[in-house]
């Protein structure tokens, strides 16, 4: 069983940054940051790969946005960095223990809400 807090979110300017935070207890293979906003459908913005620490990050926010990990806190971050109000949205961390060819995730996190003004 994996379990999965996220923090960090909040309100912030256009050009401004957060630091979003995922908690993770149990053992993981692939630990991803997806988002939603309202009226639209969730989408996936970065990915790491716990073992090798591979990192992956989709073309919206790549080179703003920047997924690690601490294994010694057992938590994943996702480093935003010139921050859009197109990036506003609930963010969601989630999970899962294997290889996917259907990019499916098996635990999800409850969510933190981030709100970029202009």
């Known amino acids: 069983q994996v379990q999965l807090v996220e923090s960090g979110g909040g309100s912030v300017q256009a050009g401004g940054s957060l630091r979003l935070s995922c908690a993770v207890s149990?053992?993981?293979?692939?630990v991803a940051w997806f988002r939603q906003a309202p009226g639209k459908e969730r989408e996936k913005v970065a990915q790491i790969l716990t073992g090798s620490g591979t990192t992956y990050h989709t073309d919206p926010v790549k080179g703003r946005f920047t997924i690690s990990q601490d294994k010694a806190k057992n938590t994943v971050y996702l480093q935003m960095n010139s921050l859009k109000p197109e990036d506003s949205g609930m963010y969601y961390c989630?999970?899962?223990?294997?290889?996917?060819?259907?990019?499916?995730?098996?635990?999800w996190g409850r969510g933190t809400q981030v709100t970029v003004s202009s």
């Open positions: 149990g053992y993981t293979y692939n």
């Open positions: 989630a999970a899962r223990q294997t290889v996917s060819r259907a990019d499916q995730y098996n635990y």
